[in-house]
C-alpha cells in the first residue's frame, strides 16, 4: 500500500532545484537552435525552392539530410547542414584509429588524453566537411532542380555571393555545434548533440501529419500506414536496442574470498555477466553509408553542365541514379540496404575492437569460464559480437529503405515517402534519445535522492 501511494518521481524534476536549472537551460537553448533554423541562407530563390521540394518527397538522401537537419533543409537555412559534417568528421576519425598505429598507440596508452586529441581534431575536421558539404549540397539542389535554387560558382560575378554563402552556411554548423556543446556542458550532460538532431525531428512532426491530412484521396490511408509504422519501428527498436547477449564471468580474487569463507558449505551467489549489446552502432551506419553513396552524386553534380555531350549525360545518370525516387528504383535501394548492413558490421568492429576487453579483462582479472585470458577471450567475445550484430543490422537495413518498401506495397504513398522516413529513421534516433537521455537526468536525480525510477521496467 506504502508503494501505491509514493509519490511520482517525475517530480524530482521540478522540486529538484539543479535539474530544473538544467532543464530550463536545455530547452532555452532549443529554442534558440529552432529560430536560427529558419533564418534563410542569402541568394535563395524561395519561389524555386518551394517548387523543388513539391516533387521530391521521395524519401532519397535530400530527405535523409532534411531529417538529420531538422527539417532546415526544406527552407535551405543557415543552420541547413545542422551538426552532420560533426558527425562525419567523427565517423572519420574513429575509422582512422586502428587504420593508422600512432593514433591506436596514443588512445591505448592514455585513454583520456586521447579522447581529448580526438575531440579537438573533430572540430578542426568539421569545419572543411561543413565547407565541402555546403558546396555539395548547393551543386546537388541545383543540378536536380529544373531551375536555379541559389546562384553558385566561383566565376568574376558570383564569387563574391557565393564566397559568403559559403561562409555563412559553415558558420552555421559550427554555431549548432556549439549549441550542442552548450548542453552538453550546462544542460543535460553529454546529450547536445542528439537533443540539437531531437529537436529538429519532433518539430517537423505537425507538419508531416497536416501534409498527410491534405491528401483528400488517400489521407487515412496513409495516416493509417504511418501510425504503423511508428509503433512498429518503436517496438522494434527498443527490442533491438535493449537486446543483449550476457556472457558469463568470473573474478579471481571473488572466487578465493569466497571459497576461504565457505569452509566447505555451499554458498548461493549472483551470476556476474558481461553484456554484449546487439546494436552497438546505433544511427551511425546509416549515415556513413548515405554520406558514402552520395559522394559520386556530389562528384558528378560539378559535370552535368559539361560541354562534352557524353560527360554531361553520364554526370545527368549518376546523379539521378543516387538520388533516385520512385519504386522502380531496385537498384539505389538494394546497394543502400547492402551498405547498410555492411557498414552495421564493420562499425561494430571497429568499435569493438577499440574497447580491447581481452586485455581489459585481463589486467582486472577477470575471465570467461573456459576460455583462456587475452587475445583468445576477445576472439571468443568477437565471434558472438558478429552473430548478435546481426538483428540490428537487419533492422538498420529494413528502417533504411523503408520509404521504398511503403512505395512497393501502396504506390500511392510515393508522393509522400519522404515522411515515412522521418517515421523510420527518425524515430530510430528518438527513441534513442529519449533512452539516454531519462537515464542521464535519472543518474543525477539518484545522487541526490535514493530509490529513484523515473521510468519502471
Known sequence: MAEKNKPSAWRFLWTSEDIRR???????????????????????????????????RSGNFLDFLNLLSGGTISNFSLLSMGVYPYITAQIILQLLVPIIPALQKRMEDNPRE?????????????????????????????????QTIIPFGFTPDLWLSSLTTLLVMTA???????????????????????????????????????????DETNRWILLGIMIFVIVATVVAVVYVQQGRRNVPIMFAQKAQVFQAIQRGRTIKTPQPFLPLLVNLSGMIPLIFASAILQFPAIVAS????????????FSTSVVNFFN??????????????????????????????????????????IQIPGVPEGAPTQKYLSRIQSRITLPGALLLGIVAIMPFLIQVVYPPASNNAGLFLVSSSGLLIVVGVVRDTVANIESELKNRYEDIKLLTS
Open 114 to 146: 586521447g579522447r581529448q586529441w580526438m575531440e579537438k581534431w573533430t572540430y578542426y575536421l568539421a569545419v572543411p566537411m561543413a565547407m565541402l558539404s555546403a558546396i555539395g549540397q548547393i551543386n546537388i539542389f541545383n543540378s536536380i532542380a529544373s
Open 324 to 365: 533516385a525516387s520512385g519504386a522502380n528504383s531496385w537498384g539505389y535501394w538494394s546497394l543502400y540496404f547492402l551498405m547498410v548492413v555492411s557498414f552495421t558490421y564493420f562499425y561494430t568492429t571497429v568499435i569493438f575492437d577499440q574497447q580491447n576487453y581481452g586485455d581489459n579483462l585481463k589486467r582486472q582479472r
Open 22 to 56: 538544467k532543464l530550463l537551460i536545455t530547452l532555452g537553448i532549443l529554442l534558440i537552435f529552432r529560430i536560427a533554423a529558419n533564418v534563410p541562407a542569402p541568394g535563395v530563390d524561395r519561389a524555386a525552392l518551394e517548387a523543388f521540394l513539391q516533387q521530391s
Open 302 to 313: 560539378y559535370f552535368v553542365t559539361s560541354e562534352t555531350q557524353w560527360v554531361a549525360n
Open 172 to 214: 552555421g554548423t559550427m554555431f549548432a555545434i556549439w549549441l550542442g556543446e552548450l548542453i552538453s556542458e550546462y544542460g543535460i550532460r553529454g546529450q547536445g548533440l542528439s537533443l540539437i538532431i531531437f529537436a529538429g525531428i519532433v518539430s517537423q512532426i505537425p507538419q508531416n501529419i497536416q501534409v498527410i491530412l491534405l
